[in-house]
């Protein structure tokens, strides 16, 4: 059975920093999805990620995939107060199901 | 190009009556999923249908909840006697072509269910 575990499930942090979410799984995926959610919202593509060693930026969000290692990475550089919300990683399994993590609250201060 | 649109948005239902919420995909998806949010947790796979088709239920409750997606009109989710557990947001999701191949999932707004 896929498991997504993504870590910290809570960040704050001061603007201009730079910080990395993971996202673990526990069995061989085909493809790796990064959602933004706002509070109350819906949720939002950022990345899909379909290979080993993918790396896709857009802005000061950075996502890449090490299928060996089974971990995705979101890292964000020089944070601004925009970028406050909650991160989700998706991982497909054999079939079409999306296997979701929990979720990373991340909260910037100015 | 509208995206997917859900509605209500926010829907209060007593102990024991129905809930019906609606999806419409993306123009040009024919494929439909359905999740449940609790309160800050990740989003849980309930159904996958196309038109006129149940593809997956696993992730649906055997009792009180059924899905449809008719030729015509929208998907449909829809509870009976509704519990309070059942409150949660209700997403649905469309892609173009079948998920597994890679298609991304776009989210409509959700339907926030209050079982009171």
Partial sequence: ?110 | NAGVMQNPRHLVRRRGQEARLRCSPMKGHSHVYWYRQLPEEGLKFMVYLQKENIIDESGMPKERFSAEFPKEGPSILRIQQVVRGDSAAYFCASSRGLAGYQETQYFGPGTRLLVL
């Fill in chain 1, 1 to 110: 059975e896929l498991k997504v575990e993504q870590n910290p499930l809570f960040l704050s942090m001061q603007e201009g920093k730079n910080y990395t979410i993971y996202c673990n799984y526990s069995t061989t995926s085909d493809r790796l999805y990064w959602y933004r959610q706002d509070p109350g919202k819906s949720l939002e593509s950022l990345f899909v990620l379909l290979s080993n060693g993918a790396v896709k930026q857009e802005g000061r969000l950075m996502a890449s995939l090490d299928t060996k290692a089974r971990l995705s990475t979101l890292h964000i550089t020089a944070a601004v107060h925009d970028l406050s919300a909650t991160y989700f990683c998706a991982v497909g399994d054999s079939n079409y199901q999306l296997i979701w993590g929990a979720g990373t609250k991340l909260i910037i201060k100015p």
